[in-house]
């Protein structure tokens, strides 16, 4: 058991790096899991959305919820249907925390590589949350109320 785990964590870690940048479906690990071509553990499926569990998890029960169709991420080739995946992490969320008896859980996108995304098809993160866990949040920085005036206003100058 232990030893399939390495090696599907080598393989697959050689498979990312050799394929650093997946902007495509032939060359996406993911789409590779949804052909089958790759061997995931199922959580659930339906016509749009396959949730398996992540291969190196920050805790127990961390899953994966991905949309069928391949997009880079998650503002991109997505015309109003990523709703698909949000009922799926309904659906799934509340088992998860049951099977694995967690205490509360944080959804997470990584969108590029300045964000830690290293999986290049859209995925949502659904990782589960045990009091003391020991996970830390990312830092906040402080902000005066110019600032934030100034920043919004700049931000609704490009909606403009
Ligand atoms: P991100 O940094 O947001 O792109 O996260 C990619 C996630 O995909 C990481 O948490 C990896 O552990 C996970 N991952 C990569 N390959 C696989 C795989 N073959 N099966 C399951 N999870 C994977
Ligand atoms: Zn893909």
């Not at 020991?134 to 906040?140: E, I």
């Amino acid at each position: 058991m232990l030893n399939t785990y390495k090696y599907l964590c080598k393989k697959n870690t050689r498979f990312i790096i050799k394929n650093k940048k997946q902007n495509n479906m032939d060359n996406c690990i993911f789409c590779k899991i949804i052909k089958g071509e790759i061997p995931c553990e199922k959580i659930y499926e339906d016509e749009y959305t396959l949730a398996f569990l992540d291969i190196m998890p920050v805790n127990e029960g961390h899953t994966l919820v991905i949309p069928k169709k391949h997009s880079e991420q998650l503002i991109l080739n997505h015309d109003g249907d990523l709703h698909h995946v949000m009922d799926t992490i309904r659906k799934v969320v509340p088992i998860i925390l049951k099977a694995v008896k967690a205490d509360g859980w944080n959804l997470g996108v990584n969108n590029g590589k300045a964000a830690g995304q290293a999986v290049f098809h859209t995925h949502f993160h659904l990782i589960q949350r045990f009091a003391n866990d020991g996970l830390k949040h990312w830092p906040h920085k402080n902000s005066t109320p110019e600032e934030r005036t100034k920043l919004a206003e700049k931000i609704q100058q490009v909606l403009k």
